[in-house]
C-alpha cells in the first residue's frame, strides 16, 4: 500500500486521545512511506493526521470541493493540493488515488464515507482494504450495529471480513498491509 485515504472529522471531539492518535498515525504512516490522500482541512482531525505525516516529511495530498470554500480552511503545507468543483468528485478523486482506506473518528461526514466505501467494497468497485481507528473506542458502536445487521439477516457475515478495526495506529496500519498483500 503506497497511498491511503483518511477519512476523519473536521472537529478534534471532546476526548484529546483522538487527536493524539490521530497525529501519530500520520507520522507512522510517514514514517514507513505511506502518502496520505484526504479532504485537505487544516481543522480538527483531518488538520491533526496531516500535520503529523508533515512532522515526518510525509507526502500529503488533499482534496477539496469549490463547495466549500470559505466553510473548510486548506491545509497551508500540503504536498499538493486538488481542487475540485463537487464532494462527489472529491470521493471520487480520493478513491481513485487510493490504494486503501482509513477511517478516523468523525461526524456525518466521516461515517458516510466510511459506509460509501464498505458497500462500493461489497459490489465489487474496489478490493481495497479498509481500517477504523477505533481511538477511545469510537467505532465500537459502529461494528455493534455491522454485528446487528449481520444478525438481522441484512448483511451477509463474510462482509464483516473487510473492516480491520484497531485501537493502535501502529497495529492498523499492520493490519491493513496484510490484508493488501
Keep these: 500500500m503506497m497511498r491511503v485515504c483518511i477519512f476523519a472529522g473536521s472537529r478534534k471531539g471532546t476526548d484529546p ?36 505525516a508533515l512532522e515526518k516529511d510525509g507526502e500529503v495530498i488533499g482534496v477539496m470541493p469549490r463547495q466549500l470554500e470559505g466553510i473548510e480552511i486548506s491545509h497551508s503545507r500540503l504536498s499538493r493540493l486538488i481542487q475540485v468543483e463537487t464532494m462527489h468528485e472529491r470521493k471520487a478523486k480520493m478513491a481513485e488515488l487510493a490504494d486503501g482506506y482509513i477511517a478516523l473518528p468523525g461526524g456525518f461526514g466521516t461515517i458516510e464515507e466510511l459506509t460509501e466505501t464498505i458497500t462500493w467494497a461489497q459490489i465489487g468497485i474496489h478490493r481495497k482494504p479498509i481500517g477504523l481507528l477505533n481511538a477511545a473506542g469510537y467505532y465500537s458502536p459502529f461494528m455493534t450495529m455491522v454485528d446487528h445487521a ?28 496484510k490484508a493488501k498483500q
Design 17 to 52: 486521545v483522538y487527536e493524539e492518535k490521530a497525529k501519530e498515525l500520520g507520522q507512522i504512516l510517514a514514517e514507513q512511506g505511506i502518502s496520505i490522500v484526504y479532504g485537505g482541512s487544516n481543522g480538527g482531525l483531518m488538520g491533526a493526521i496531516a500535520d503529523g
Design 150 to 177: 449481520i444478525e438481522a439477516g441484512f448483511v451477509d457475515p463474510v462482509q464483516r471480513t473487510l473492516l480491520k478495526l484497531e485501537e493502535e495506529p501502529r497495529h492498523l496500519v499492520e493490519a491493513l498491509w
